[in-house]
């Protein structure tokens, strides 16, 4: 058949849906297919009619449609039938044609992916999408990665589809080779896991330490959003908090206190421990929202179990809100710290080149985690592309000056209410830990020399030598191997 489409996309879900408006909306000739065909059908007598979108009825005639070198989106569950639609679609495709992957893929995958398909001389794309529903049709974040040569094919694509921010400039840029581009969305998703549940506990303290009504809290998740702290979920938090039932209820006070996840926040949680990176706020994010989903259980032992419960708050309120901004602020910096450091590690591991502030810029618009706080990421990485760790930044240094007495007096309040504040204390302990010169590790290593002879190294000896101490007198002087995780 006659070659029309600029591009084609398998996979008629939400994503793909509105993934495919966008790109026809931005001058591009789209062709769609779909394992049940019936779907293709719909969407093309329903939101696809009248627009240069060519609905095909078999794999065949969907790659007949294509221009050459055919550029193939994928958005279909990760997973299995990722790799399943690859080994239909080789055999139908010609040297130099691109396969893409939009799904929320694990990275391994996607580095394993771009070997085998361009052993079969052709090209493949891992990118990671973000924003939603309504980022697939207006504008999303981007992030690919996978064959270099693919880029120049999709570039003017991804560009114009992808979301933009002030100045005109597109969040979607070249990320690096493998499995780059869904490690970076990984990496996206779990510090959107840290900063969702960071809010969360935001949200518990104002209702049950200060009793605030969701009025009350609606405004001030308002105000907050007018500062340093707008983005995207602070943005929803207030609108959120301020949505009825046509009862006149609000909605929010009746949603069952058990949270679903997707499993990228583990990702990265297991990729940080891989790398040997603490990612300790977002690790504790993860297991929150595990710990929500035993609900039975904490219903029973909430009767058995005793603790400190909320009481009047005797301070200032208006203060002590103050306090609570500032320590979201500063722990939402550890979260950003701690993910960028992990990216760094696996920059390294990997042989990727990535670039810090081209990823800040990516996240600016069109996904989950966009806020006004990432300019001043892409600022830090600017000034030093180096920078060992983001809080280390003179803005954000400093922040974190301003913020750390109340940052400290939200986590003791909370403590002393009995309000579980995962991930708030741990940011703050992370950064304790940071700025720690001398550590308690000294004893950690005596008792490892002790019990398995694991040997230590010496503060008045050089770096990289070991020694052991024949402790109880009784020990040889052979030594177990040493190893850094």
Not at 334 to 345: E, F, I, P
Request: glycine share 12%; with cysteine.
């Amino acid at each position: 058949m006659k070659q029309i489409s600029d591009i084609g996309l398998i996979g008629l879900a939400v994503m793909g849906e509105n993934l495919v408006l966008n790109m026809e909306s931005k001058g591009f000739h789209v062709s769609v297919y779909n394992r049940t065909v019936q779907k293709v059908e719909n969407f093309m007598n329903g939101r696809g009619k009248g627009k240069n979108i060519f609905g095909a009825m078999n794999l065949e005639e969907f790659i007949g449609s294509l221009k050459s070198p055919r550029k193939v989106f994928l958005m279909v569950k990760a997973g299995q039938a990722v790799d399943d639609f690859i080994d239909k679609l080789i055999p139908l495709l010609e040297p130099g044609d691109v396969i893409i992957d939009g799904g929320n893929t694990h990275f391994p995958d996607t580095a394993r992916r771009t070997a085998y398909v361009e052993s079969k001389g052709l090209y493949y794309i891992g990118t990671g999408v973000s924003g939603g529903e309504e980022g697939a049709l207006n504008g999303p974040s981007m992030m690919p990665g996978g064959s270099p040569a693919a880029w120049p094919l999709v570039k003017p694509v991804f560009q114009s589809i992808c979301a933009k921010v002030e100045n005109g400039s597109p969040c979607c840029d070249w990320v690096g080779e493998g499995g780059a581009g869904h490690f970076v969305k990984m990496v996206h998703n779990g510090i959107e896991y840290g900063d969702i549940q960071l809010i969360c506990e935001c949200y518990q303290i104002m209702k049950d330490v200060l009793g605030m009504s969701n009025e009350e809290m609606h405004n001030t998740f308002a105000e907050w959003n007018k500062g340093d702290l707008d983005s995207y979920l602070i943005e929803i938090t207030r609108d959120i908090l301020a949505k009825k039932d046509n009862d006149g209820k609000y909605v929010l006070d009746y949603i069952l206190d058990t949270a679903g996840q997707k499993g990228t926040g583990k990702w990265t949680a297991i990729s940080a421990l891989d790398q040997g990176v603490p990612l300790t706020l977002i690790g504790e994010a993860v297991f929150a929202r595990c710990l929500s989903a035993q609900k039975d259980e904490r219903v029973a032992a909430s009767k058995i179990l005793t603790g400190p419960k909320p009481s009047g708050f005797e301070g200032d309120r208006k203060l002590f809100l103050e306090d609570l901004r500032r320590a979201l602020f500063a722990a939402k910096v550890v979260s950003y710290a701690q993910g960028y450091a992990l990216m760094r590690a696996a920059a390294i591991e990997y042989g990727w080149n990535l670039n810090y502030g081209g990823i800040a810029l990516m996240w600016r618009g069109g996904c989950i985690i966009r806020s006004v706080f990432l300019g001043k990421i892409k600022e830090a990485f600017d000034k030093d592309p180096r920078l060992a760790n983001l809080m280390l930044d003179s803005y954000f240094c400093q922040k974190l000056s301003d913020a750390q007495q109340s940052w400290r007096n939200v986590v003791a309040q909370a403590v002393l209410s009995g309000i579980p504040v995962p991930t708030l204390s741990s940011a703050l302990e992370y950064y304790d830990g940071y700025r720690c010169e001398r550590l308690p590790a000294n004893l950690l290593q005596a008792q490892r020399d002790f019990f398995g002879a694991h040997t230590y190294e010496r503060t008045d000896k050089p770096r990289g030598e070991f020694f052991h101490t024949n402790w109880t007198g009784h020990g040889g002087e052979t030594v177990a191997g040493t190893y850094m995780a």
